[in-house]
């Protein structure tokens, strides 16, 4: 099957600001493709050129087999978008906004009722389908903008931070909403998101940082490529125990929190071993898989956080220095 | 609502390879029919719209016809200032309309018409027609009020003015959209209306004759377009008028340049040349941003 979207050395730079430094990747149609990163990564300037909402300064991209500079109203009629800010009319009901957006992407008539019918159904708003949409909630807004952006029947759905600004229930059942379209419909949906917990529903993922996809694999692979397990203990004398992790084991700890915390590869069995050569009383222990979070501290050499705070230091000093003097 | 989620979403016939000119002008028209719902559904905005005109129309005209009453002999100041209030209505309404899009980009809306595949003429079109519907509507209400300021009620008066009106709402409006096509937020769209609206209303020739002025401001009012705009309606009033040649001379003395008298299909031309030029600046400003 076709690429649903290709991309070859895509670019683009603002002045002296590399916002996306020459990426390449392919989706496969019928996958969830999560892009993953701290803020000003990247993320969101790529999704834009592949939406055709930002023109790349180099390379190309094809999203739905159409380019996205050369052929711009095609991709258009074939994705569907939702921007992580609001992008519906408040002051129109639900059903107008859905009649709005189907005039504007230029749907038959005829199947409109039923369609629109169905859209609102998956995301649970048919009863709510007559009110006003400033009478709606965040979430119910953000529901009914992915029930908006699949309208029009789209091959590639676009989520930009679908999740961003709504509380955990919410934020479960929009989760549960594009793990059903994804079963049951033909559809490529490719989101953005900086929630570590949210990339882990994804069939794949890519990390980016400073404008550069770091690695792009599935969830399992990229924290099987971690390799450690992660194991915390709670001691009588931390500083003795860590003298012995090290002296012993040749294990690097770090203490937090009142815990000690260190990597082994296959950490269940390193457990026993741990009881009964560590000499110092152990009080607790828990051994946790490595998450997406160890997966991306591995590749950037730092904790998503602290990428994003700078990342915001950058774009301060970027704004500092453009302060006519 | 369980069994519906397990049926897949009824597929839509396949697009057709090309939108085209067709598609784009079903988007001029939803984008018009969105600009009517909310018109009509704000009420509130449809009256305070009218006290502005209302005001000068029936306050300060009652109020200086004190003073010009030996002067005007049987026409009242009001009826003099009718045409002006007219203009005002669809003037306020028109600017107020186009900043509608400075609205809709501040709250997103824009957004979703911009990522359509669809025209940005047509957006911008679709935005000037409902605008210059809105503001006609306005208008209409002022000129329901003739009979009030001895402006006799007749067919052909009522047809011409609400012509000239339809024109002048147009012009207004890709004014509007013109100056809102690169500002972000309606603070700012507001600050710069009211910087713009009061000197082009003072110095159309609403309020007074354009006859006889001081050369500055003789040059300052043939400068301005909305002159263009109120003299038609007013010569259309003026001619289903019964008043003394000498006072009809005086107080609709029309436009002149030098000592010509710049004839009503001149301009009308001026209008609607400025409101096609600026809807084109408008259109052309919407292609580049974003």
Redesign the interface.
Known sequence: MDAAVAVRGLTKRYGELVAVAGVDFDVTAGEVFGFLGPNGAGKSTTIKML???VEPTAGSATVAGFDVVRE???V???IG?V?Q????????TAD?NL???A??????RA?LR??MT??L??V?L?ERRSALVSTYSGGMKRRLEIARG?L??PRVLFLDEPTVGLDPQTRSSIWRYIN?LRQ??DITIFLTTHYMDEAEYCDRIAIMDHGNIVVMDTPEALKASVGKDRVQITTADDEAATMALEHRFDLKATIAEGQLTFAVPAGEAFVPRLFAELGVPIKSVSVSRPSLDDVFMSYTGTTIRDAEAANSNQWMRMVANRVPR | ?AT??????????A??PT?GLR?DI??V??VWQ?EM??FT?DRLRIVTALIQPVLFLFVLGTGLSTITAGTTQNLNLRTFMYPGALSMAVLFTAMFSAGSIVW?RE???L????????SRWAIVLGKCFGGATTATAQGVIILAMAGIVGVPYSATLFLTVFGELLLLAFTLTAFGIMTAARITQFQAFMALNQMLLMPLFFLSGALFPLGNLPAWLQVLTRINPLTYAVDPVRRAVFAHLHAPPAVVHRLNPGVTWGSWRVPTGVEILIVAAMGVAMLAIGIWEFRKA?
Request: a negative charge; hydrophobic letters at 35%.
């Open positions: 939406c055709t909402l711009r109203d095609h258009r009629r074939h978008l921007f800010d609001p992008t519906l009319d408040q002051y129109l107008q009649q709005m957006h005039e504007l992407y230029g749907l038959p199947a039923p369609r169905q859209v159904e998956m649970g048919e699949l029009h029947a059903e049951r419909e | 609502m519906t989620l397990e049926q897949p979403l009824p597929q839509l016939a697009p057709p939108l598609h079903r988007a028209r939803v969105r719902i909310r559904r809709d709250f997103g809306f957004r979703e018409m911009l990522v359509a595949p669809v974003e």
